[in-house]
């Protein structure tokens, strides 16, 4: 069964306007949430993360939002460029185990039109 | 550092067959994962080592399905015999602190 779920398997949005992506989950024992980028032909890359102590996290024109209460994060990034286009992909860790066992979602695909 | 290298890119082969997927880690990581990634499911962790030692393979679908590492600087995941629903992206990832850092994934398809 699934714990991280992107509900939305495409977005798209014009050049210099904001993105919003969305992720669901449902184990509350999460403790750190991340966001991966992928290219086509490439592996994830690592983006912007938050703790399950915070609410927000801002890095550049990446902001994480974390409702806890609700069991939701989302992802804005503002403005978007052409080369945001990627999947992206939210994750999310259980305290006891590595950093790298973490519980991905089905990503969702951004495209940034001119 | 080159990265984490997996080989090959693509791989196609017959049901039936055995499939061997390869990895070499970033060197000083200390982790190493195989995720494989689907339309449906997204990445799905399939295993890990730590120190050459396999700590959870709980994610590994069936027994068909088995991981090595005979040393810090290579892995392998190894399918036998290999099914249609096997097709995917399996990525290698290693790590040595909080970053995650992946290969850019073998693209398996099997007729």
């Known amino acids: 069964d699934q714990q991280v779920k992107q509900n939305s398997p495409s977005l798209s949005v014009q050049e210099g306007r904001i993105s919003i992506l969305n992720c669901d989950y449902t184990?509350?024992?999460?403790?750190?949430f991340l966001w991966y980028k992928k290219y086509p032909a490439e592996g994830p890359t690592f983006l912007i993360s938050?703790?399950?102590?915070?609410d927000k996290n801002e890095d550049g024109r990446f902001t994480v939002f974390l409702n806890k209460s609700a069991k939701h994060l989302s992802l804005h990034i503002v403005p978007s460029q052409p080369g945001d286009s990627a999947v992206y992909f939210c994750?999310?860790?259980?305290?006891?185990?590595?950093?790298?066992?973490?519980?991905f979602g089905a990503g969702t695909q951004v495209v940034v039109t001119p | 550092d080159a990265g984490v290298i997996q080989s090959p890119r693509h791989e196609v082969t017959e049901m039936g067959q055995e499939v061997t997927l390869r990895c070499k880690p970033i060197?000083?990581?200390?982790?190493l994962f195989w995720y494989r990634q689907t339309m449906m499911r997204g990445l799905e962790l399939l295993i890990y080592?730590?120190?050459?030692?396999?700590?959870?393979d709980s994610g590994m679908p069936e027994d068909r399905f088995s991981a090595k590492m005979p040393n810090a600087s290579f892995s392998t995941l190894k399918i036998q015999p290999s099914e249609p629903r096997d097709s995917a992206v399996y990525f290698c990832?290693?790590?040595?602190?909080?970053?995650?850092?992946f290969g850019s994934g073998t693209q398996l398809s099997v007729l």
């Open positions: 990832a290693s790590s040595f602190s909080q970053e995650l850092f």
């Open positions: 184990n509350s024992m999460f403790d750190y």
């Open positions: 938050i703790s399950s102590i915070k």
């Open positions: 994750a999310a860790r259980i305290p006891s185990d590595s950093w790298g066992k973490l519980q």
């Open positions: 060197s000083g990581h200390d982790y």
């Open positions: 080592f730590n120190n050459n030692v396999p700590i959870d």
